[in-house]
């Protein structure tokens, strides 16, 4: 049984009780023409329902006004998701809010104002030319090509051990060279 056949016999039965309860509201008690009201209404929607008039005005009213929200918020989606990768290949690592890409801790950004220590808005750099390749990538990392995911942020972590700034071997250029390497391969 499909659901258009149930609805067109819950229409039919509510339409039914809807007639029994008119004439037995006439015949026997105007109390039952009160009870009567609610079932009536209940069967039209029900006969709106199964007629497919519903369904068309949703579908009419869905096309006037949500085609054009969910192709804003699609388009507002990229343009964060290009902001996102323009930052990360310049180097930002803040997110591009004028820290941590420019060695600064988090308050000497913050006072220096938006433009961070040398006054200029990150946001406002192009996109590195020099970006690392997949093949560069692969190799910082010390991993085949064929390395699945796990492989490759077990291999990040165990170099990042090795090489953070913070550690007693520690190297920042090559830190950063991982961690710019882990982030094209994560993608």
């Known amino acids: 049984m499909t659901n258009r056949a149930i609805v067109v016999g819950m229409a039919a039965t509510f339409i039914g009780l809807t007639a029994l309860l008119l004439v037995a509201g006439v015949v026997v008690s105007p109390v039952l023409l ?19 008039r519903l369904r068309d005005r949703v579908q009419r009213e869905a096309a006037q006004v949500g085609p054009g929200e969910r192709a804003r918020a699609r388009q507002r989606a990229r343009a964060a998701e290009h902001r996102r ?15 941590g890409a420019a060695g600064g801790t988090g308050g000497r950004g913050a ?13 406002d750099r192009a996109p590195s030319a020099s970006g690392m390749s997949e093949r560069e990538a692969y190799a910082t990392l010390g991993v085949d090509r064929t390395a699945d995911s796990e492989t490759i942020r077990s291999a990040y972590r165990e170099r990042a051990k090795r090489l953070h700034p913070d550690g007693e071997a520690g190297d920042e250029a090559a830190f950063k060279e991982l961690n710019e390497a882990y982030e094209l391969l994560r993608e």
């Open 34 to 52: 009160a009870v009567a009201v609610p079932f009536a209404v209940v069967s039209y929607f029900f006969w709106y329902h199964a007629s497919g």
């Open 85 to 99: 990768s323009a930052y990360r290949s310049a180097g930002a690592t803040d997110g591009g809010f004028g820290r």
């Open 111 to 123: 006072r220096s104002g938006a433009g961070g220590a040398d006054g200029r808005d990150p946001r």
